[in-house]
């Protein structure tokens, strides 16, 4: 199952903000992120500044752009070694 936050339409540093209170609101101290967080947004400033606060805090990040439409992009980001 994959978590997901809807930062489309919206510009920096909203979309960073809301990664960073889904990513803290879905991962427990004690056991770390098991599943898949995906940040949907539609802009080329967020999706670097969304993946690169992920990698930033030690996830990996996949970004997959067009599959929920041409203009959006959709960030995932696993805990290191879960993909």
Excluded: W
Excluded at 18 to 42: F, H, Q, Y
């Amino acid at each position: 199952m994959a978590y997901r936050v809807d930062a489309r339409g919206l510009s920096c540093p909203q979309p960073v903000v809301m990664t960073k209170r889904a990513l803290e609101a879905t991962i427990p101290e004690e056991s770390g992120l098991s599943e898949v967080l995906e940040v949907l947004v539609d802009n080329h400033t967020a999706m670097e500044n969304v993946s690169r606060f992920a990698r930033h805090r030690g996830f990996d990040v996949q970004v997959e752009v067009g599959e929920e439409g041409d203009d959006c992009c959709i960030v995932r980001i696993y805990a290191k070694g879960l993909r």
